[in-house]
T-cell receptor
Framework: GNSVTQMEGPVTLSEEAFLTINCTYT??????LFWYVQYPGEGLQLLLK?????DKGSNKGFEATYRKETTSFHLEKGSVQVSDSAVYFC?????????FGAGTRLTVKP | ETGVTQSPTHLIKTRGQQVTLRCSSQ?????VSWYQQALGQGPQFIFQ???????GRGNFPPRFSGLQFPNYSSELNVNALELDDSALYLC?????????????FGSGTQLSVL
């Protein structure tokens, strides 16, 4: 069945450091891929998405590229801020079936 | 602010009891989905409602049931609570036709079963 595997956390970085959170997926068909972010005490918010191979999703300085050949959708940001501290979820949607990864907690220290 | 509101925010029940969680969808949305998020895990899909009928279900037993009302608000009911039902329950609304991926989540109800 469909599944998402993402890098285990927690991840702790200093402000302005480079961020990578790895995500790989298994799916039948041609899924859409997403990154959601969950700030403390809040629900999940869509951060970015990509709907086909080689698409790049981007938002708020975060980027992820849909790599069909490696079945990956790694999240990157060139310079993280304290306000980026949150839990990040990779997700896929295929045939109306949405699956989430386990989440990666990011803490950014000043 | 996504416009999706859930109540209550926290709830404590004992094993064997029944619980009802509530969700008000974002304005203009006609579909509501419920997810269970165990501690340290990603959300797991429970079911989705569209036009007051179940429109998809995940791998959850029948004691998890739901309702959607004409104003698109929704309830999640869980009977015969078990300790493993302790989790954050998330409601997400969307507009059918935009795909399930355009989800707007509420802040969740934290359920503790003792």
């Amino acid at each position: 069945g469909n599944s998402v595997t993402q890098m285990e956390g927690p991840v702790t970085l200093s402000e302005e450091a480079f961020l990578t959170i790895n995500c790989t997926y298994t799916a039948t068909g041609y899924p859409s891929l997403f990154w959601y972010v969950q700030y403390p005490g809040e629900g999940l918010q869509l951060l970015l998405k990509a709907t086909k191979a080689d698409d790049k999703g981007s938002n708020k300085g975060f980027e992820a590229t849909y790599r069909k050949e490696t079945t990956s959708f790694h999240l990157e940001k060139g310079s993280v801020q304290v306000s980026d501290s949150a839990v990040y979820f990779c997700a896929l949607s295929s045939n109306n079936d949405m699956r989430f990864g386990a989440g990666t907690r990011l803490t950014v220290k000043p | 602010e996504t416009g999706v509101t859930q109540s209550p925010t926290h709830l404590i029940k004992t094993r064997g009891q029944q619980v009802t969680l509530r969700c008000s969808s974002q304005s203009g949305h006609n579909t509501v989905s419920w997810y269970q998020q165990a501690l340290g895990q990603g959300p797991q899909f429970i079911f989705q409602y569209y036009r007051e009928e179940e429109n998809g279900r995940g791998n959850f037993p029948p004691r998890f049931s739901g309702l959607q009302f004409p104003n698109y608000s929704s309830e999640l009911n869980v009977n015969a609570l078990e300790l493993d039902d302790s989790a954050l329950y998330l409601c997400a609304s969307s507009r059918l036709g935009q795909g399930r991926e355009k989800l707007f989540f509420g802040s969740g109800t934290q359920l503790s079963v003792l």
